[in-house]
């Protein structure tokens, strides 16, 4: 687990990080802000979990803005006989698609298969490319680099 940590002043249901970035209160909860005095000090906590997509947690082995990849992955694992499906994140400027492993005892052979193993698709764990961008490891794969 990763954790960043964020300070700021509070002014006016705002948190002010620096001359130039401000979040409102609301941006961040739907309840109404704590009575704080103007001035007083916030730390933010952002934790996350460095590839999550990758590691099989909940079922997910791979993640990707581009459909038509994770349709060739799902239907690449399926061929090794590894069941698997696709689901959708919808964010408001992209979807990113889920490979999901449906028999929780196949992750390990399907993570394997997708980006460890010499013999599988030996895509790089490079899921994390922008939106709009070109996922490298993948098109080499497709190009039979």
């Excluded at 490319?129 to 497709?142: A, D, K, R």
Aim: include cysteine.
């Amino acid at each position: 687990m990763t954790v960043i940590k964020i300070n700021g002043i509070y002014s006016h249901e705002k948190i002010v990080l620096d001359e130039t970035r401000t979040i409102e209160w609301k941006e961040l909860t739907d309840e109404e802000p704590p009575r704080m005095p103007f001035g007083c000090s916030i730390e933010l906590t952002i934790a996350y979990d460095v590839n999550d997509f990758l590691h099989g947690k909940n079922g997910i082995v791979w993640g990707t803005y581009e459909l038509m990849q994770a349709e060739i992955i799902r239907d690449a694992l399926i061929a090794q006989n590894i069941s698997a499906e696709m689901k959708r994140l919808e964010f408001p400027k992209a979807n990113l698609f889920l490979v999901s492993i449906i028999n929780k005892a196949d992750i390990v052979e399907a993570i394997d298969y997708i980006w460890k193993s010499n013999h599988g698709l030996r895509l790089k764990p490079d899921w994390t490319y922008p939106n709009g961008e070109v996922n490298e490891s993948f098109e080499q794969w497709l190009s039979g680099h």
